[in-house]
């Protein structure tokens, strides 16, 4: 069983803050420090969802800072490929950058899945239901 809430986007505040600009009013420090607090029985974990957006938050050094904010935590997690738009100014890692990525996150022993597109061709993909054609 696991407890899920919305995805990371970034351990960095500045690429967070351009992402989720809420991040500004609850830093990504005080809602982990809260989420830490959830009691969990020894089969539960928390599962943080992370999009990765090409060039943006997809570097082996985000990977780190990511498994280092996470490691030690009963925490899973789940990448997920962004799924681009029109009108969209970011784009999707290639698939070698996305495998690296979970690599170096499988250094700090944090299972890690990587999510497969469902519904990208028809606009209903994770971040596409709000876009227009």
């Known amino acids: ?4 809430w919305g995805p990371l986007y970034s351990p ?4 967070r ?3 989720i600009p809420i991040n500004k009013k609850y830093p990504l420090d ?7 607090q959830i009691p969990l029985n ?9 999009i990765l957006l090409k060039d943006f938050n997809d570097s082996p050094e985000d990977a780190k800072k990511l ?8 925490a899973y ?20 950058k996305i495998e690296q990525f979970k690599a170096v996150l499988d250094t700090f022993k944090i299972p890690t899945l990587i999510r497969g597109a469902k ?12 876009s227009k054609q």
């Open 1 to 4: 069983m696991s407890g899920q």
């Open 12 to 15: 960095v505040a500045e690429k």
């Open 17 to 19: 803050n351009e992402l």
């Open 30 to 36: 005080e809602v982990l420090a809260y989420i830490d």
């Open 42 to 50: 020894k089969k539960q974990f928390i599962t943080y969802e992370y």
């Open 67 to 74: 498994g280092a904010l996470l490691a030690g935590k009963s």
């Open 77 to 96: 997690i789940n990448l997920i490929p962004f799924n681009p738009f029109p009108g969209s100014q970011y784009q999707c890692p290639d698939l070698d």
């Open 119 to 130: 519904g990208d061709d028809v606009l209903a993909a994770c971040g596409q239901l709000n």
